[in-house]
């Protein structure tokens, strides 16, 4: 029986290991992961610390049982420490002291991401927490609950550190969002956009320090204030939101490594070693709107990656389409999404890149409910006209639109091909001069 192994079971991992069990029976599959649990959904957390749902038993979809009733056999808590990828064994200490030699015919390396943490002194005081994992959540939740916790300061203004600064507002807490660009949400979207959600987050008491970078945080044991290049902020608790970095630890030695440490994979997921496939937030994807290898960290990303892996292991030839790193967010009422590059990054990119804008309701103005306003921005490439990204916001649910832009991009669509795309008309629904017609007919 030819034996997989799998080393990280949460998004990616959890994604390939059901691919296999479901589809190819014939394999011994064996399941590495340190944690105590599996599939958790970070997306859940500022849910739950905001109080938006009661408990967090919903933030999982998978367990050690389902894929054991399934076949495998895992090991949790238990951590691999060295892969032989010469002899193809891998090596782990289970938490109560239990060693393992597992040898593999196909090792598919899900080891995802780890939070960066900043340089600079005072993150070892108590109270600075960093939000990936579901034990993190909790801390902060009980630490919530049982201190005295008034002032956070929430450090970074991507989407982890938006979301949770929206969740500590909820819960009465002042809060102070840092970062260092001029704006919130700069690697996804352009001014004109976050200027929205920056004014969204301000009109619901939370203090923005754009353009500010934390130089130390200081305390007594706990954490007490933040300390910047222009400021102090008091806080009773600081979060670190400042990216993730790829855990590509097992393999750096051996693997061939994208500028960022993450695997370098081919469509297939495999790494420069045959027989050993990266997947998720430990791997490179190639993205379709810069046509080229790139490091997107998303759970969306690990699943279909996951996927992949998973069939070409198992003998079943599966290239990987690409990605645009299609995103969103919701905060209060404001939704967000985008996909692909900004017309900032496309220029930054070298790109002669133009931006295609309309603003319109999206129902005719006889619908007098539900009727909100969208912002709409397509940008492409002035010499080949194709959608390099594209971003809309509303306070209306516009979140699937989106979609049609990340299959745009993925197959390389001009913005003229758009300006005639069918798009159906129904009141209830949209407009006959439908916004993306409208944006796309903008474009020079
Ligand atoms: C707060 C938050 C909100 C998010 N919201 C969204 C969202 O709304 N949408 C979205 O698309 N993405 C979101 N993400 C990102 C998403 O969670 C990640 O992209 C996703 O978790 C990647 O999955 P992964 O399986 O590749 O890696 P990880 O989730 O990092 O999992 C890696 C697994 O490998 C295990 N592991 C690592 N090293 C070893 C080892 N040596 N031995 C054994 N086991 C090991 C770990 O224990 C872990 O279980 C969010 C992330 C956070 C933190
Ligand atoms: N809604 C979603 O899809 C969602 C939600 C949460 C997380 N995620 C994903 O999880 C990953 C991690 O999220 P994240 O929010 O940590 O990363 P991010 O890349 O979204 O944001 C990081 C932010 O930190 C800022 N920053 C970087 N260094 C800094 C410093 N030294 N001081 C101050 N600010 C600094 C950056 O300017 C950026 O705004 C991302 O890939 C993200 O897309 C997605």
């Known amino acids: 029986m030819e034996r997989i192994v799998v080393i990280g079971a949460n998004h990616a991992g959890t994604a390939a290991i059901n691919t296999i069990l479901d589809n190819y029976k014939d394999k011994e599959v064996t399941i590495f992961d340190s944690n105590n649990n599996i599939s958790f959904l970070g997306c859940g957390m500022a849910l739950w610390i905001g109080n938006q749902i009661t408990s ?6 998978c367990s050690k049982e389902i894929f054991e009733q399934k076949g495998a056999k895992v090991y949790l808590e238990t951590i691999v420490y060295h892969v032989d990828f010469e002899k193809k064994v891998v090596f782990a200490t289970g938490k109560d002291g239990q060693s393992y030699q597992q040898p593999y015919d196909k090792l598919i390396i899900a080891s995802g991401s780890l939070p960066i943490s900043p340089n600079i002194e005072g993150t070892d005081l108590a109270n600075v927490q960093f939000v990936k994992l579901y034990q993190n959540a909790k801390e902060v939740i009980e630490k919530l609950h049982e201190s005295m916790i008034r002032n956070v ?9 938006v979301e949770l600064a929206e969740a500590f ?11 260092n660009m001029s704006t919130c949400l700069s690697g996804y979207y352009d001014r004109e956009f976050t200027d929205i959600m920056s004014k969204n987050l301000e009109s619901h008491g939370i203090k923005l320090a754009y353009e500010e970078t934390v130089t130390s945080l200081k305390g007594n044991g706990k954490v007490e204030k933040v300390v910047t290049d222009k400021n102090e902020y008091a806080a009773d608790m600081v979060v670190l939101g400042i990216g993730f970095k790829p855990n590509s630890q097992l393999g750096k030695d051996n693997l061939k490594l994208f ?18 496939y990266a997947i998720g937030d430990c791997a490179t994807v190639f993205d379709n709107s810069i046509q080229a290898t790139n490091y997107i960290a998303l759970a969306t ?12 292991a198992c003998g079943t030839p599966l290239e990987s389409i690409g990605v645009q790193g299609s995103n969103g967010i919701c905060i209060w009422n404001l939704k967000m999404v985008s996909t692909g590059i900004s017309l900032e990054k496309a220029k930054k990119l070298g790109y002669d890149a133009a931006a295609a804008d309309y603003e319109d309701t999206q129902k005719p103005a006889f619908i007098q409910h539900d009727n909100y306003k969208v912002k709409i921005r397509i940008v492409y490439d002035k010499k080949t006209r194709i959608v390099l990204g594209a971003q809309m916001c509303s306070e209306y649910d516009i979140s699937m639109a989106i ?10 669509v001009t913005i003229d091909r758009l300006k005639l795309t069918d798009i159906f008309f129904l009141p209830h629904f949209n407009k006959p001069y439908n916004y993306f017609t409208m944006a796309a007919l903008q474009a020079e």
Do not use: C, W
Request: charged share 15%.
């Open 56 to 61: 967090p038993d919903g933030l999982f979809y």
């Open 153 to 161: 300061v929430v450090v970074g203004a991507g989407y982890i550190g």
């Open 169 to 179: 507002n909820r819960i009465g807490k002042k809060v102070t969002l840092i970062d």
């Open 259 to 276: 500028k960022n440490g993450a695997y370098l994979v081919d469509r297939h997921q495999q790494t420069s070693i045959p027989d050993v």
């Open 301 to 312: 990303n690990a699943v279909r990656s996951g996927i992949v892996a998973a069939h070409n």
């Open 403 to 412: 979609h049609m832009f990340s299959l745009a991009i993925q197959e390389q």
